[in-house]
């Protein structure tokens, strides 16, 4: 049984350009939530789906985006990337909205 | 809100003696707790919950942990650690039903020396 996937691993953007991350949920999982982590931070929440609609935010701007599809997998988009979006984004992915969380080996963005 | 503290930025311990790593919370009515740990390059694996009931609940690798609802703590438990353990520790509160966000404290590198 498969966990949560995500992809890539890792990618290196330039200032301004836009991104996609994408996330796949452990079987039987339906609910899937996204996190930014900073170096020397915890995660931070950006915002959870469940029946492909955001459900919840975090403090994020608009500048961050995303989708769920039909089969429950999840993108994150970032347009008009900062310095500061530099950090390491995990997906987790859980079976309802209340239930315990299980996350991706996460995809580390640079911005240069 | 809801928020978590971990006070200390590091903890360091001997090869089988008892490792505590702490906790404490602020959330408005029953908190959901959860410890998570990661290690290098990799991401968050689940060691425990606590929802209701006893206050001391058991996790994986051996791992434990004990509410305290007056002290609005959640401190982390192993009676005898291993140099494996080292890694870092993240706490995490969820707040009322509906509001499915997990908040996590800064986290805690544990050292667990040979």
């Known amino acids: 049984d498969a966990g949560v996937t995500q992809s890539p691993t890792h990618l290196i953007k330039t200032r301004g350009q836009q991104v996609t991350l994408r996330c796949s949920p452990k079987?039987?999982?339906?609910?899937v939530s996204w996190y930014q982590q900073a170096l020397g931070q915890g995660p931070q929440f950006i915002f959870q789906?469940?029946?492909?609609?955001?459900?919840q935010r975090g403090n994020f701007p608009d500048r961050f985006s995303g989708h769920q599809f039909p089969n429950y997998s999840s993108e994150l988009n970032v347009n008009a990337l900062l310095l500061g979006d530099s950090a390491l984004y995990l997906c987790?992915?859980?079976?309802?909205?209340?239930?315990?969380?299980?996350f991706g080996p996460g995809t580390r963005l640079t911005v240069t | 809100a809801q928020s978590v503290a971990q006070p200390e930025d590091q903890v360091n311990v001997a090869e089988g003696n008892p490792l505590t790593v702490k906790c404490t919370y602020s959330?408005?009515?029953?908190?959901?707790l959860f410890w998570y740990v990661q290690y290098p390059n990799r991401g968050l694996q689940f060691l425990l919950k606590?929802?209701?009931?006893?206050?001391l609940v058991k996790g994986s690798y051996g791992f434990e942990a004990e509410f305290n609802k007056s002290q609005t703590s959640f401190h982390l438990k192993k009676p005898s650690a291993l140099v494996s353990d080292s890694a870092l520790y993240f706490c995490?509160?969820?707040?009322?039903?509906?509001?499915?966000?997990?908040?996590f404290g800064k986290g805690n590198q544990v050292v667990v020396i040979p």
């Open positions: 987790a992915s859980s079976a309802g909205q209340g239930n315990e969380q299980y």
């Open positions: 959330v408005s009515g029953n908190p959901y």
């Open positions: 789906y469940y029946e492909e609609e955001e459900r």
């Open positions: 995490a509160v969820r707040g009322l039903y509906g509001n499915n966000r997990l908040a």
């Open positions: 606590y929802i209701t009931g006893d206050n």
């Open positions: 079987s039987g999982h339906d609910t």
